[in-house]
């Protein structure tokens, strides 16, 4: 059996024609038999694939080949391209979707304006430093509330985000105008989001923003449960969370009965299928497979229907 792997990656750039890239890369992934998903802007790439070994090492060599690509940074993660329905490659207005494709100006080196790329190492010394004067540095979760269920950063603010769309609405609100002379420190997957919210909220008047360079996945890579981190990594495919280590504790807690539970679940009612967290033995039970709403609890405390 021959070995595969998935790759994920951004490159903030400039593309003067995203639609030439978008053509290219997909004739490239075709080409090799990848499958995945790469979103192109006028502000660069973000994408994930998966395919055979020999054929990802082509695809990262042919994609580096590119000026604006050339040092961009692929993390490996095991996988294939059956994790993936179909190859889907698409220009759209953001690399990320924020709703704010007009603030962002990108040059050869990035986003201008953003945070302060800091390493883990250099997240855990900028911890240190500053308790030591007695003051706390405030992580901030740029991901969807949901994500943060499962898993975060110690003691880390989570807006009540259910979508990327949301943020800019939570920066406005005020909810947050007491970080805006505090060090504040946003983390993602991977550090695609932070790009941008890192940005956004320099432009609304936090003073002192960073951002940790790789994510949860170079820190869990490199500090486990031994750091900062507390939980499991909510994952986008179909393993859906993943432990850095047998020390993760588990934050999410069932809808149902309060047990301790890191595993969301489709809500049984096909009409819904909202993502919940379950336990185990909650989640075999029809009468607790739900989400609460009242209608799922209807359809689902109604039985079979009679013909
Ligand atoms: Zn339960
Ligand atoms: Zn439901």
Redesign the pocket.
């Known amino acids: 059996m021959s070995e595969s792997r998935i790759l994920l990656y951004y490159r903030f750039t400039p593309l003067a024609d995203p639609t030439s890239v978008m053509l290219w890369q997909r004739t490239l992934c075709e080409s090799l038999g990848l499958r995945g998903r790469i979103i192109i802007s006028r502000h660069g790439i973000n994408g994930t694939v998966g395919g055979s070994l020999a054929s990802v090492k082509t695809y990262i060599r042919r994609t580096r080949e590119y000026p604006g690509f050339h040092d961009m940074e692929f993390k490996w993660s095991q996988g294939s391209a059956d994790d993936f329905p179909k190859l889907s490659v698409k220009v759209r207005d953001e690399i990320v979707t924020f709703g704010a494709a007009d603030d962002l100006e990108v040059d050869e080196n990035g986003v201008v304006g953003g945070g302060v790329h800091l390493t883990p190492t250099q997240v855990n010394e900028l911890v240190a430093e500053r308790a030591a004067k007695g003051e706390d540095v405030v992580f901030f979760d740029g991901r969807n509330a949901m994500e943060a269920a499962i898993g975060h950063f110690r003691d880390a603010v989570v807006p009540d985000a259910t979508t990327t769309r949301d943020f800019l609405g939570e920066l406005d609100s005020g909810k947050y105008d007491e970080l805006k002379d505090r060090p504040v420190v946003t983390y993602c997957t991977g550090g695609v989001r932070c790009e941008v919210l890192s940005k956004l909220m320099i432009d609304r008047g936090f003073s002192e923003v960073y951002q940790l360079d790789g994510g949860i996945v170079r820190y869990g890579e490199q500090f486990a449960d031994t750091g900062l981190w507390e939980g499991s990594l909510y994952v986008f495919d179909k393993r859906m969370h993943m432990e850095f280590s047998d020390d993760a504790t588990q934050l999410g807690h069932c809808l149902h009965c309060g047990s301790a539970t890191n595993t969301y679940r489709n809500?049984v009612?096909d009409d819904?299928?909202?993502m919940i967290l379950l336990c185990d033995s909650c989640a075999a039970d029809p009468a607790t497979a739900?989400?609460?709403?009242q209608?799922?609890l209807e359809v689902t405390s109604a039985g079979p229907r009679r013909g």
């Open positions: 809500c009612n819904c299928r909202d739900h989400c609460g709403s209608g799922c």
